[in-house]
Nanobody, 127 residues
Framework: LQLVESGGGSVQPGGSLTLACVAT????????IGWFRQAPGKEREGVSY???????????DYADSVKGRFTISRDNAKNAVYLQMNTLQPEDAGIYYC??????????????????WGPGTEVTVSP
């Protein structure tokens, strides 16, 4: 499975971006997906998580810092997962990575241990 992120860019505080994670080499709906970010000088942190599509209600999870502002979603026809980010703040800046695992269950964004990572896309938030 190969993952590639896109959609990063530079926005002003209060702005919005939508990141996309597109997969090749396998159907992304078979995988749990997480979005992580890393700001300069800081450790990588989990942002959002969505369970694989089993035909039942998907479970999503968000870091407290992004709840109510970020939304994770899937488009199986495009083999993609998206992260809609609204009301962006300077502390949201960093490299955003999507990541995947397949067989783990009962995860949250805080406990996910991915098997696959994308190369990342940069988000800059400044006046």
């Amino acid at each position: 499975l190969q993952l590639v992120e896109s959609g990063g860019g530079s926005v002003q505080p209060g702005g919005s971006l939508t990141l996309a994670c597109v997969a090749t080499g396998g159907p992304l709906n078979y995988y749990n997906i997480g979005w992580f970010r890393q700001a300069p000088g800081k450790e990588r942190e989990g942002v959002s998580y969505i369970t694989k599509d089993t035909g039942y209600t998907e479970y999503t999870d968000y870091a407290d810092s992004v709840k109510g502002r970020f939304t994770i979603s899937r488009d199986n026809a495009k083999n993609a997962v998206y992260l809609q980010m609204n009301t962006l703040q300077p502390e949201d800046a960093g490299i955003y990575y999507c990541a995947a695992n397949r067989w783990s269950t009962g995860q949250t964004i805080g406990t996910m241990v991915p098997d696959y990572w994308g190369p990342g896309t940069e988000v800059t938030v400044s006046p």
